[in-house]
Protein backbone atom coordinates (compact mmCIF):
# COMPACT_ATOMS: atom_id res chain seq x y z
CA UNK A 1 0.00 0.00 0.00
CA UNK A 2 1.16 3.57 -0.64
CA UNK A 3 2.13 5.93 1.68
CA UNK A 4 0.73 9.27 1.37
CA UNK A 5 2.05 12.43 -0.08
CA UNK A 6 -0.29 14.67 2.03
CA UNK A 7 -0.37 18.26 0.90
CA UNK A 8 -2.29 19.57 3.26
CA UNK A 9 -0.29 18.94 6.16
CA UNK A 10 2.78 20.06 4.28
CA UNK A 11 1.14 23.23 3.29
CA UNK A 12 0.19 23.65 6.88
CA UNK A 13 4.00 23.22 7.60
CA UNK A 14 4.61 25.91 4.85
CA UNK A 15 1.64 28.26 5.86
CA UNK A 16 2.67 28.29 9.08
CA UNK A 17 6.85 29.10 8.66
CA UNK A 18 5.18 32.22 6.45
CA UNK A 19 3.31 33.22 9.10
CA UNK A 20 6.26 33.19 11.68
CA UNK A 21 8.14 35.16 8.88
CA UNK A 22 5.36 37.63 8.40
CA UNK A 23 4.95 37.97 12.29
CA UNK A 24 9.10 38.72 12.55
CA UNK A 25 8.98 41.72 9.34
CA UNK A 26 5.96 43.40 10.62
CA UNK A 27 8.03 43.64 14.02
CA UNK A 28 10.34 45.78 12.14
CA UNK A 29 7.71 47.47 10.38
CA UNK A 30 7.51 45.76 7.25
CA UNK A 31 4.05 45.31 6.06
CA UNK A 32 3.41 42.35 3.98
CA UNK A 33 1.23 43.02 0.80
CA UNK A 34 -0.35 40.51 -1.95
CA UNK A 35 -2.17 42.04 -4.97
CA UNK A 36 -3.94 40.26 -7.20
CA UNK A 37 -5.74 41.72 -10.54
CA UNK A 38 -8.41 39.76 -11.22
CA UNK A 39 -10.54 40.58 -14.81
CA UNK A 40 -14.33 39.21 -15.81
CA UNK A 41 -15.97 37.02 -13.69
CA UNK A 42 -14.74 33.23 -14.59
CA UNK A 43 -15.94 31.43 -11.74
CA UNK A 44 -13.39 29.29 -11.13
CA UNK A 45 -11.12 32.29 -11.07
CA UNK A 46 -13.19 34.17 -8.47
CA UNK A 47 -13.35 31.22 -6.48
CA UNK A 48 -9.51 30.73 -6.39
CA UNK A 49 -8.86 34.25 -5.59
CA UNK A 50 -11.14 34.26 -3.31
CA UNK A 51 -9.46 31.66 -1.73
CA UNK A 52 -5.95 33.36 -2.03
CA UNK A 53 -7.60 36.05 -0.20
CA UNK A 54 -8.43 33.92 2.72
CA UNK A 55 -4.96 32.26 2.99
CA UNK A 56 -3.29 35.64 2.59
CA UNK A 57 -5.55 36.70 6.00
CA UNK A 58 -4.65 33.64 7.73
CA UNK A 59 -0.83 34.15 7.68
CA UNK A 60 -1.05 37.84 8.34
CA UNK A 61 -0.29 38.66 4.48
CA UNK A 62 -2.47 42.19 3.73
CA UNK A 63 -4.19 41.28 0.04
CA UNK A 64 -5.79 43.57 -2.20
CA UNK A 65 -8.17 42.60 -5.35
CA UNK A 66 -8.34 44.85 -8.00
CA UNK A 67 -11.24 43.90 -10.30
CA UNK A 68 -11.96 45.14 -13.91
CA UNK A 69 -14.53 43.72 -16.28
CA UNK A 70 -13.96 41.35 -19.04
CA UNK A 71 -13.77 44.54 -21.38
CA UNK A 72 -10.72 46.57 -19.73
CA UNK A 73 -8.40 47.92 -22.59
CA UNK A 74 -5.08 46.03 -22.48
CA UNK A 75 -3.52 49.65 -21.95
CA UNK A 76 -4.93 49.92 -18.23
CA UNK A 77 -3.99 46.70 -16.99
CA UNK A 78 -0.05 47.60 -18.45
CA UNK A 79 -0.60 50.54 -16.02
CA UNK A 80 -1.37 49.00 -13.06
CA UNK A 81 1.06 46.30 -13.50
CA UNK A 82 3.48 49.79 -13.53
CA UNK A 83 2.11 50.97 -10.78
CA UNK A 84 2.20 48.02 -9.13
CA UNK A 85 5.79 48.11 -9.45
CA UNK A 86 6.18 51.01 -8.13
CA UNK A 87 4.41 50.87 -5.30
CA UNK A 88 6.60 50.29 -2.16
CA UNK A 89 3.42 49.35 -0.26
CA UNK A 90 3.29 46.08 -2.64
CA UNK A 91 5.36 42.63 -1.99
CA UNK A 92 4.16 40.95 -4.81
CA UNK A 93 1.33 40.66 -7.18
CA UNK A 94 0.24 38.66 -9.95
CA UNK A 95 -2.65 38.70 -12.79
CA UNK A 96 -5.08 35.73 -11.99
CA UNK A 97 -5.03 33.56 -15.10
CA UNK A 98 -6.54 32.89 -17.69
CA UNK A 99 -7.51 35.96 -18.89
CA UNK A 100 -10.58 36.34 -21.00
CA UNK A 101 -10.56 36.63 -24.70
CA UNK A 102 -8.76 39.28 -26.25
CA UNK A 103 -6.44 40.17 -23.25
CA UNK A 104 -2.69 38.88 -24.48
CA UNK A 105 -0.93 37.81 -20.99
CA UNK A 106 2.16 37.66 -21.84
CA UNK A 107 3.06 41.22 -22.39
CA UNK A 108 1.87 41.96 -18.95
CA UNK A 109 3.51 39.07 -17.53
CA UNK A 110 6.75 39.86 -18.95
CA UNK A 111 6.91 44.11 -17.47
CA UNK A 112 6.30 42.48 -14.01
CA UNK A 113 8.88 43.14 -11.43
CA UNK A 114 10.79 40.25 -10.74
CA UNK A 115 11.61 40.95 -7.73
CA UNK A 116 7.63 41.07 -6.88
CA UNK A 117 6.42 38.35 -9.67
CA UNK A 118 4.91 36.02 -6.91
CA UNK A 119 3.62 33.86 -9.45
CA UNK A 120 7.35 33.00 -11.04
CA UNK A 121 6.16 32.73 -14.69
CA UNK A 122 7.51 35.49 -16.07
CA UNK A 123 10.55 34.93 -18.94
CA UNK A 124 12.99 37.04 -16.53
CA UNK A 125 11.44 34.90 -13.53
CA UNK A 126 11.65 31.32 -15.53
CA UNK A 127 15.03 32.56 -17.26
CA UNK A 128 16.80 32.99 -14.11
CA UNK A 129 15.35 29.73 -12.49
CA UNK A 130 16.90 28.18 -15.78
CA UNK A 131 20.52 29.67 -15.36
CA UNK A 132 20.39 29.14 -11.84
CA UNK A 133 20.38 32.57 -10.57
CA UNK A 134 17.81 33.02 -7.28
CA UNK A 135 14.25 33.98 -8.37
CA UNK A 136 10.57 33.38 -7.07
CA UNK A 137 10.03 29.88 -8.33
CA UNK A 138 6.45 29.31 -10.33
CA UNK A 139 3.68 27.94 -7.24
CA UNK A 140 2.71 24.39 -8.33
CA UNK A 141 6.09 23.45 -9.96
CA UNK A 142 7.68 24.43 -6.82
CA UNK A 143 4.74 23.00 -4.06
CA UNK A 144 5.69 19.48 -5.95
CA UNK A 145 9.37 19.45 -5.09
CA UNK A 146 8.13 20.55 -1.87
CA UNK A 147 5.37 18.09 -1.25
CA UNK A 148 8.13 15.40 -2.11
CA UNK A 149 11.06 16.97 0.08
CA UNK A 150 8.77 17.35 3.14
CA UNK A 151 7.77 14.14 2.93
CA UNK A 152 11.36 12.60 2.73
CA UNK A 153 11.58 11.61 -1.03
CA UNK A 154 15.27 12.02 -2.24
CA UNK A 155 15.49 13.00 -5.78
CA UNK A 156 18.96 13.18 -6.31
CA UNK A 157 20.04 10.62 -9.03
CA UNK A 158 16.36 9.21 -9.47
CA UNK A 159 14.57 8.89 -12.95
CA UNK A 160 11.81 11.71 -13.19
CA UNK A 161 9.04 11.68 -15.57
CA UNK A 162 7.41 14.72 -15.95
CA UNK A 163 3.86 14.14 -18.06
CA UNK A 164 3.32 17.77 -19.61
CA UNK A 165 5.35 20.41 -20.97
CA UNK A 166 3.26 23.54 -20.27
CA UNK A 167 4.85 26.57 -18.73
CA UNK A 168 2.92 26.93 -16.04
CA UNK A 169 3.59 23.41 -14.87
CA UNK A 170 5.40 20.79 -16.81
CA UNK A 171 8.30 22.71 -18.03
CA UNK A 172 9.80 24.66 -14.54
CA UNK A 173 9.35 21.37 -13.46
CA UNK A 174 11.80 19.46 -15.59
CA UNK A 175 13.92 22.70 -13.96
CA UNK A 176 13.62 21.99 -10.35
CA UNK A 177 14.33 18.37 -10.81
CA UNK A 178 17.20 18.91 -12.41
CA UNK A 179 18.65 21.16 -9.57
CA UNK A 180 17.54 18.41 -7.28
CA UNK A 181 19.93 16.38 -9.71
CA UNK A 182 17.08 14.34 -10.77
CA UNK A 183 17.72 12.79 -14.46
CA UNK A 184 14.59 14.39 -16.13
CA UNK A 185 12.18 12.88 -19.05
CA UNK A 186 9.84 15.24 -20.09
CA UNK A 187 6.40 13.19 -22.07
CA UNK A 188 3.89 15.56 -24.06
CA UNK A 189 1.25 14.79 -26.61
CA UNK A 190 3.73 13.91 -29.55
CA UNK A 191 5.57 11.17 -27.40
CA UNK A 192 5.64 7.53 -28.49
CA UNK A 193 4.48 4.89 -26.22
CA UNK A 194 4.00 7.21 -22.94
CA UNK A 195 3.70 3.91 -20.83
CA UNK A 196 7.30 2.30 -21.95
CA UNK A 197 9.06 5.83 -21.23
CA UNK A 198 6.25 6.57 -17.38
CA UNK A 199 7.65 2.93 -16.52
CA UNK A 200 10.90 4.13 -16.35
CA UNK A 201 10.59 6.50 -13.44
CA UNK A 202 11.47 6.41 -9.91
CA UNK A 203 9.24 9.79 -9.73
CA UNK A 204 6.22 10.37 -12.06
CA UNK A 205 4.37 13.85 -12.24
CA UNK A 206 1.60 14.24 -14.26
CA UNK A 207 0.68 17.76 -15.38
CA UNK A 208 -1.29 17.14 -18.52
CA UNK A 209 -4.92 17.99 -17.74
CA UNK A 210 -6.26 14.78 -18.68
CA UNK A 211 -8.88 13.31 -16.70
CA UNK A 212 -7.80 9.66 -14.95
CA UNK A 213 -5.51 9.18 -18.36
CA UNK A 214 -2.71 7.52 -16.15
CA UNK A 215 -3.12 3.88 -14.67
CA UNK A 216 -1.38 0.83 -13.63
CA UNK A 217 0.10 0.09 -17.20
CA UNK A 218 2.02 3.83 -16.98
CA UNK A 219 3.40 2.86 -13.57
CA UNK A 220 6.58 0.96 -12.44
CA UNK A 221 6.24 -1.24 -9.15
CA UNK A 222 7.30 1.79 -6.24
CA UNK A 223 7.49 4.35 -8.23
CA UNK A 224 6.62 7.89 -6.84
CA UNK A 225 3.97 9.08 -8.36
CA UNK A 226 2.42 13.19 -8.26
CA UNK A 227 -0.64 14.04 -9.52
CA UNK A 228 -0.71 17.71 -10.68
CA UNK A 229 -3.93 17.82 -12.83
CA UNK A 230 -7.46 18.45 -11.43
CA UNK A 231 -10.71 18.20 -12.87
CA UNK A 232 -14.19 18.67 -11.58
CA UNK A 233 -16.20 15.66 -11.97
CA UNK A 234 -20.22 16.15 -12.67
CA UNK A 235 -21.11 14.54 -9.23
CA UNK A 236 -19.34 16.77 -7.42
CA UNK A 237 -15.73 16.81 -6.29
CA UNK A 238 -12.49 16.45 -7.90
CA UNK A 239 -10.29 14.37 -9.61
CA UNK A 240 -6.14 13.84 -11.18
CA UNK A 241 -4.53 13.03 -14.37
CA UNK A 242 -4.21 9.53 -12.35
CA UNK A 243 -6.54 6.56 -11.72
CA UNK A 244 -5.38 6.78 -7.94
CA UNK A 245 -7.13 3.53 -7.16
CA UNK A 246 -5.48 1.63 -10.01
CA UNK A 247 -2.33 3.35 -9.40
CA UNK A 248 -1.76 3.02 -6.23
CA UNK A 249 -1.02 -0.59 -4.59
CA UNK A 250 1.80 -0.46 -7.30
CA UNK A 251 3.04 3.18 -5.97
CA UNK A 252 5.37 3.77 -2.89
CA UNK A 253 4.06 7.13 -2.95
CA UNK A 254 0.90 9.12 -3.91
CA UNK A 255 -0.40 12.16 -4.36
CA UNK A 256 -4.40 12.59 -3.75
CA UNK A 257 -6.89 14.63 -5.42
CA UNK A 258 -7.96 16.56 -3.90
CA UNK A 259 -5.55 17.45 -0.97
CA UNK A 260 -2.26 16.99 -2.38
CA UNK A 261 -0.34 19.42 -5.23
CA UNK A 262 -3.47 21.66 -4.81
CA UNK A 263 -2.93 22.92 -1.27
CA UNK A 264 1.17 23.00 -1.70
CA UNK A 265 0.53 25.66 -4.70
CA UNK A 266 -1.21 28.13 -2.59
CA UNK A 267 0.77 27.65 0.39
CA UNK A 268 4.30 28.66 -2.30
CA UNK A 269 2.12 31.74 -3.41
CA UNK A 270 2.17 32.91 0.67
CA UNK A 271 5.94 31.69 0.44
CA UNK A 272 6.66 33.68 -2.44
CA UNK A 273 4.90 37.18 -1.24
CA UNK A 274 7.08 36.92 1.90
CA UNK A 275 10.38 36.05 0.20
CA UNK A 276 9.38 38.95 -1.63
CA UNK A 277 8.73 41.55 1.08
CA UNK A 278 11.81 40.46 3.10
CA UNK A 279 13.79 40.83 -0.21
CA UNK A 280 12.10 44.17 -1.36
CA UNK A 281 12.50 45.41 -4.74
CA UNK A 282 15.58 44.97 -7.25
CA UNK A 283 16.35 48.90 -7.05
P1 LIG B 1 -1.76 22.43 -20.34
O1 LIG B 1 -3.00 22.00 -21.04
O2 LIG B 1 -1.23 23.80 -20.55
O3 LIG B 1 -0.59 21.41 -20.70
C1 LIG B 1 -0.81 20.03 -20.73
C2 LIG B 1 0.43 19.33 -21.18
O4 LIG B 1 0.19 17.93 -21.17
C3 LIG B 1 0.88 19.69 -22.60
O5 LIG B 1 2.27 19.86 -22.64
C4 LIG B 1 0.43 18.50 -23.44
O6 LIG B 1 1.31 18.20 -24.53
C5 LIG B 1 0.54 17.36 -22.43
N1 LIG B 1 -0.40 16.29 -22.77
C6 LIG B 1 -1.72 16.39 -23.03
N2 LIG B 1 -2.23 15.19 -23.32
C7 LIG B 1 -1.22 14.32 -23.26
C8 LIG B 1 -1.11 12.92 -23.48
N3 LIG B 1 -2.17 12.17 -23.83
N4 LIG B 1 0.10 12.33 -23.34
C9 LIG B 1 1.18 13.06 -22.98
N5 LIG B 1 1.14 14.39 -22.75
C10 LIG B 1 -0.05 15.01 -22.90
O7 LIG B 1 -2.04 22.16 -18.78
P2 LIG B 1 -1.33 22.76 -17.47
O8 LIG B 1 0.10 22.39 -17.44
O9 LIG B 1 -1.72 24.17 -17.29
O10 LIG B 1 -2.12 21.94 -16.35
C11 LIG B 1 -2.07 20.53 -16.30
C12 LIG B 1 -3.06 20.04 -15.27
O11 LIG B 1 -2.67 20.51 -14.00
C13 LIG B 1 -4.49 20.54 -15.47
O12 LIG B 1 -5.40 19.52 -15.06
C14 LIG B 1 -4.60 21.70 -14.52
O13 LIG B 1 -5.94 21.92 -14.08
C15 LIG B 1 -3.72 21.22 -13.39
N6 LIG B 1 -3.16 22.27 -12.57
C16 LIG B 1 -3.18 22.06 -11.24
C17 LIG B 1 -2.63 22.98 -10.37
C18 LIG B 1 -2.63 22.66 -8.93
O14 LIG B 1 -2.43 23.56 -8.13
N7 LIG B 1 -2.81 21.41 -8.54
C19 LIG B 1 -2.04 24.22 -10.87
C20 LIG B 1 -1.96 24.31 -12.30
C21 LIG B 1 -2.53 23.36 -13.11
P3 LIG B 1 1.54 19.23 -25.78
O15 LIG B 1 2.46 20.30 -25.26
O16 LIG B 1 2.16 18.38 -26.82
O17 LIG B 1 0.18 19.74 -26.14
Known amino acids: MAKILD ?16 AGLLERGVLVRLDVILV ?6 VTYVASKE ?13 RFAADVPQEELAALVGR ?12 QLPLPEGLDPMPLISSIDPAKDVDGLSPESVGRLVVGLPSLLPCTPHGVIQLLKRNGVDLSGREAVVVGRSNLVGKPLAQLLLRENATVTV ?7 LPEVTRRADVLIVAAGKREMIGAEHVGEGAVVVDVGIHRKEEGGLVGDV ?10 WISPVPG ?5 TRAMLLHNTVTAARIGPKS
Open 243 to 252: RFDEVEPRAA
Open 84 to 95: SNEDTAVSGFFI
Open 40 to 45: GEDPAS
Open 260 to 264: GVGPM
Open 187 to 193: CHSRTQD
Open 7 to 22: GKTAAAEVRSEVASEV
Open 54 to 66: RDSQEVGIESKVH
